[in-house]
């Protein structure tokens, strides 16, 4: 099987060499525990060390805000915009705008927009720059606006089996609001390839990350917590640190 090359240092290795190509894989976490540096981080290294053209789509955060602070870690997003080698979608507005949402040049009206609708635009945008790998940031936006289960079910299949359709390989991130491990299991990941959990919680006084490889189909993988840091050149997980001993309740809830 191929892998793909995270670019974070040290989870490559827990992963023996990278994720599987053309899969979707689900990045869960809280606030502040990186799930945008992560995305970033992987657009960009398959830009600069594999050649592999990106898309990001912006659920939550305002595109200009986000160029801005991946400025600081050292990726010049408007650069590889310029040069055809990154797409961003701003697809911000669907959270904040009341009425009509516009996504690039297509305006749809808020009450009619599906998870169809973005699908379309990812396609095009993704075919157009021959893009390689795609992130979606964070699908938590778009579900929330379905109100029964199956429905939320029913539209993250039909976006996973859309871009999986495209051949990329996908990262897609969901936000865990726990603070500890003890937490719920989102219906997201029973259905996505593989889930990779970014904990950010409090040890004592101590403010711990650590990172957990809870699902890998097709390749054996390291499943111990293992603690992580941003850095100024962003994510870093110590693959070969002790894994973290927690004294907290290690349990999931299903939903």
Same mark, same amino acid.
């Given at each position: 099987?191929?892998?793909?090359?995270?670019?974070?240092?040290?989870?490559?290795?827990?992963?023996?060499?990278?994720?599987?190509?053309?899969?979707?894989?689900?990045?869960?976490?809280?606030?502040?525990?990186?799930?945008?540096?992560?995305?970033?981080?992987?657009?960009?290294?398959?830009?600069?060390?594999?050649?592999?053209?990106?898309?990001?789509?912006?659920?939550?955060?305002?595109?200009?805000?986000?160029?801005?602070?991946?400025?600081?870690?050292?990726?010049?997003?408007?650069?590889?915009?310029? @040069?055809?080698?990154?797409?961003? &979608?701003? +697809?911000?507005? /669907?959270?904040?705008? !009341?009425?009509?949402?516009? %996504?690039?040049?297509?305006?749809?009206?808020?009450?009619?927009?599906?998870?169809?609708?973005?699908?379309?635009?990812? @396609?095009?945008?993704?075919?157009? &720059?021959? +893009?390689?790998? /795609?992130?979606?940031? !964070?699908?938590?936006?778009? %579900?929330?606006?379905?109100?029964?289960?199956?429905?939320?079910?029913?539209?993250?299949?039909?976006?996973?089996?859309?871009?999986?359709?495209?051949?990329?390989?996908?990262?897609?991130?969901?936000?865990?609001?726990?603070?500890?491990?003890?937490?719920?299991?989102?219906?997201?990941?029973?259905?996505?390839?593989?889930?990779?959990?970014?904990?950010?919680?409090?040890?004592?006084?101590?403010?711990?990350?650590?990172?957990?490889?809870?699902?890998?189909?097709?390749?054996?993988?390291?499943?111990?917590?293992?603690?992580?840091?941003?850095?100024?050149?962003?994510?870093?997980?110590?693959?070969?640190?002790?894994?973290?001993?927690?004294?907290?309740?290690?349990?999931?809830?299903?939903?």
């Amino acid at each position: 099987m191929r892998k793909v090359q995270t670019g974070v240092k040290g989870l490559d290795e827990m992963l023996g060499g990278g994720i599987p190509s053309g899969r979707s894989i689900l990045v869960c976490g809280g606030p502040g525990s990186g799930k945008t540096i992560f995305g970033i981080q992987f657009l960009c290294n398959g830009i600069t060390e594999s050649g592999e053209n990106g898309l990001y789509v912006s659920l939550d955060e305002n595109t200009e805000h986000l160029k801005q602070d991946m400025a600081g870690f050292g990726w010049d997003l408007e650069k590889l915009e310029e @040069k055809h080698r990154l797409a961003i &979608i701003d +697809a911000s507005p /669907i959270r904040t705008v !009341p009425g009509e949402v516009r %996504i690039g040049e297509l305006k749809i009206g808020k009450r009619d927009f599906s998870m169809l609708s973005l699908i379309e635009i990812i @396609k095009a945008n993704a075919k157009k &720059i021959k +893009a390689k790998r /795609i992130v979606v940031d !964070p699908i938590t936006t778009l %579900i929330v606006q379905y109100p029964d289960n199956s429905e939320k079910r029913n539209a993250v299949l039909d976006l996973l089996e859309a871009i999986s359709s495209l051949g990329t390989t996908n990262i897609i991130t969901t936000e865990n609001r726990a603070t500890t491990l003890m937490r719920r299991v989102s219906m997201e990941e029973f259905l996505a390839h593989g889930v990779m959990v970014l904990h950010v919680f409090h040890e004592g006084r101590e403010l711990v990350r650590a990172l957990q490889i809870e699902k890998m189909r097709g390749i054996a993988h390291d499943q111990e917590i293992r603690p992580y840091r941003i850095t100024d050149k962003g994510l870093v997980v110590y693959s070969k640190e002790s894994p973290l001993i927690v004294r907290t309740e290690m349990s999931t809830i299903p939903t």
